[in-house]
């Protein structure tokens, strides 16, 4: 790194730091760890039309050199801990252009501990909707830097600010002052911090088609200016916010949007499904056909082809549920979320802070558990990770989409979407049930003396960038596949291996038998005196009390590594035909399944709802287990979680199904 140029780009959370870093890199970038942390940073090179020869670093938010959360203090240790050669050669600090006398402190901290600094200012389309505008500079000439401003959505002013950024980069590399960290921090200092600011803001703060004369009469009088700009509103929000915030009709809102975001997931996602598991139908029809009745064409068409497809066909549903998750956000309605929902968790033990980490396990666990770093109260925290993983991730989906298809009609996709939506809502009841009993009665569980706060600055309602949106959700679903996607092709091979082998090969009456007949019965036989069928042997007993058989069983173990292996466990056991597509196939061999034990249906409605419950609760992710360690510091929240969640997932489904039954609902 030594002759290489470091930029930083440093701001305080929604003030278009992202959307900056996009621009600059053409999201051509990798995501690391900070060393022995799991707080993430971005880097990457310029594109080459910007023709500036810089490694570009994009850190998490960050609002004052006081830091106040995990992510907080890494990011500032790493600006002050540095060797000479990793300093940065210069520091670009984001600043929402109409929250610009509460941005400037990072601003007035950086400059004050001697980093080369550029100032962006964003969102000033905002700030003129105010009827203000910030006069750049004045400002430049007040702080003693260069300051540009930008519309990160039309990508106005980023020509300034490259031209900026290469002037800056000929001055000598500053190095910091570490001692002025402890100065930041008293009282004084503060003070006085945020009084320079005051002053400065209110000489470049300057209404919009004033009138020359009036303002000449009235230049003694400038504090009325900057007040007006702070306290004057964006209509528009206060309009909407009147609705989305009320006490009654905010929440009402929240969930028919819920709702109707659930029943989309079907609708919207049927016919890409159905394109996905033609497709995938195509290729085992083929490969069977192609490579006749052997070991390796039932290796290649049902152990890889039809396990993947059999989970990739619901791609096109997560896709949208990142999709839609990811308007709500960009529109700014998320933060909402969190201010209507602060003071119902606020009876258990959270607080606000909680619910986009919470929210974010409704996509995955992992990146939810890292989110909750912004959770000052340490007690806070770890109540939050304890009951992320009850959050119906999207690995859950492929799984709850299977057993809701079974359970309703194929031409009511409404009720379909109704019923998702309520077992989403029944995760976040059981999450809030359980939160409550650790809070109220095993305080001893989650240790911590640290005093709670809520403070969140809603951001003014925008329209959503879609080409932002459109690719944060094409990145979110190619890591789904890149995590996924290995662990699926490995367990697939591994179901296929248990279920095919020792290969026995029965001696059939094929007289008046069809050759798929024929093949279904050898199948059947193989799968009976399979390897898999040997496991299932051991595990039965505990799957019978609950309605399963050893079948299910196997699946469920390997849903272990990860939930949505269960679909394409299932579809390797049934060893499915590839005559129709994938899923209606599995579907069919659903509805024909009996455990042969007893002779009994194994797919009914109260087995089938009862598996919904399982999966709403049991811990089946190792990779969750593992972030949890990481993040807790020790084994001992992940091990309870895997105890306590799994047991009661046993439990609940054995108390579901037996309770079904005993109404006659089987």
Known sequence: MQDTALIYLIGPPNSGKTTLF???????????????????????????????????????????????????????????????????????VTADSSQITRHLLLTKQLIDAGFNVVLVLTMKD????????????????????????????TEDGIDLLVSAIKKNLNKPKAFPNPDKLKEFKTKDSLIKTFENIEQIASKVIEPINIDIEKANNQLNILNPVLREYSQKPDELTLKIDKILLHKYFGFIFFLLMMGAVFTSIFWLAAPLMDLVDSLFSSLANYASNSLGNNWYSDLIADGIISGTGAVLIFLPQILILFLILGLLEDTGYLARGAMLIDKPLSKIGLNGKSFVPMLSGFACAIPAILSTRTISNRRERLLTIFIIPLMSCSA?????????????????????????????????????????????????????????????????????????????????SKEYILRAGPVILILSLIIWFLTYFPNYSPQIEKEGLSEDEVILLENSERLANSYAA?????????????????????????????REVFVSSLALIFKITEEENIQTSLLNAMREAKIESTGEKLFTTSTSIGLIFFFIFAMQCIST????????????????????FTSTAYVSTFLVVNFLRALGIN
């Open 22 to 92: 996009n621009i600059f890199s053409g999201k051509h970038f990798k995501t690391v760890n900070y060393p022995g942390s799991t707080v993430e940073y971005s880097s990457s090179d310029f594109l080459d039309k910007f023709e500036i020869k810089a490694k570009l670093f994009d850190f998490p938010g960050l609002i004052s050199l006081n830091p106040d959360s995990l992510d907080e203090e890494i990011v500032v240790e790493s600006l002050f801990n540095n060797s000479k050669n990793d300093c940065p050669n210069l520091i670009l």
């Open 126 to 153: 905002i700030l003129f909707r105010k009827n203000f505008k910030i006069n750049t500079e004045k400002l430049s000439e007040l702080l003693g830097i260069d300051v540009v401003s930008i519309n990160g959505r």
């Open 396 to 476: 859950r989906l492929p799984v709850y989409v299977l057993l809701i298809a079974f359970l309703t009609p194929q031409d009511k996709p409404w009720l379909a979407g109704f019923f998702l939506s309520f077992v989403y809502l029944v995760s976040i009841i059981l999450s809030i049930i359980v939160a409550y009993v650790i809070n109220k009665f095993n305080k001893n569980l989650i240790k911590s003396d640290d005093n709670s706060s809520f403070i969140l600055e809603l951001p003014t309602y925008k329209l959503p960038k879609l080409k932002n949106v459109l690719r944060n959700s094409y990145e979110n």
């Open 534 to 562: 040997k496991i299932g042997e051991i595990i039965e007993p505990i799957m019978l009390p609950l309605g399963f058989d050893w079948r299910i069983g196997v699946s469920l173990i390997t849903a272990f590594a990860a």
């Open 625 to 644: 287990l593992a972030v949890s360690k990481k993040e807790t510091g020790s084994w001992r929240i992940p091990i309870l979680q895997l105890i306590i």
